[in-house]
């Protein structure tokens, strides 16, 4: 399993006097199983996206959704199949799912 976290801020002055502003903190998380009897893995994927400061005013800036609410991005689930060719190879066939649902959050 691996996991990456960031956090954005974004503060902007449009020419119009409109004001832009958010506090975003999120990542990501991926888990990758191990091969179970040389034959069968798999593993998924999921991104996110949480207000930490959003003024409801200075909505805007792309880091969240409309609203200034948080969201989450099942990215990437799927199987591996193998059939070992030689006693050091295999072939391998794949199956993978790409941007399986969007939630929001409430935030």
Same mark, same amino acid.
Request: aromatic share 14%.
């Given at each position: 399993?691996?996991?990456?976290?960031?956090?954005?801020? =974004?503060? !902007?002055?449009?020419?119009?006097?409109?004001?832009?502003?958010?506090?975003?903190?999120?990542?990501?998380?991926?888990? !990758? *199983?191990?091969?179970?009897?040389?034959? =069968?893995?798999?593993?998924?994927? =999921? =991104?996110? *996206?949480?207000?930490?400061?959003?003024?409801?005013?200075?909505?805007?800036?792309?880091?969240?959704?409309? +609203?200034?609410?948080?969201?989450?991005?099942?990215?990437? /689930? +799927?199987? %591996?199949?193998? #059939?070992?060719?030689?006693?050091?190879? %295999?072939?391998?066939?794949?199956?993978?799912?790409? %941007? #399986?649902?969007? /939630? /929001?959050?409430?935030?």
């Amino acid at each position: 399993m691996s996991a990456h976290f960031r956090i954005y801020y =974004f503060n !902007q002055l449009k020419p119009d006097d409109t004001r832009l502003e958010a506090l975003a903190g999120g990542g990501w998380i991926k888990y !990758q *199983s191990g091969w179970l009897l040389d034959t =069968f893995a798999m593993g998924a994927s =999921f =991104f996110g *996206s949480a207000p930490l400061y959003a003024p409801a005013d200075t909505d805007g800036t792309l880091l969240l959704k409309t +609203g200034q609410k948080g969201y989450y991005v099942r990215v990437k /689930r +799927g199987a %591996r199949c193998a #059939i070992r060719t030689t006693r050091c190879s %295999r072939a391998t066939v794949s199956w993978s799912t790409r %941007r #399986i649902s969007t /939630r /929001r959050t409430t935030g």
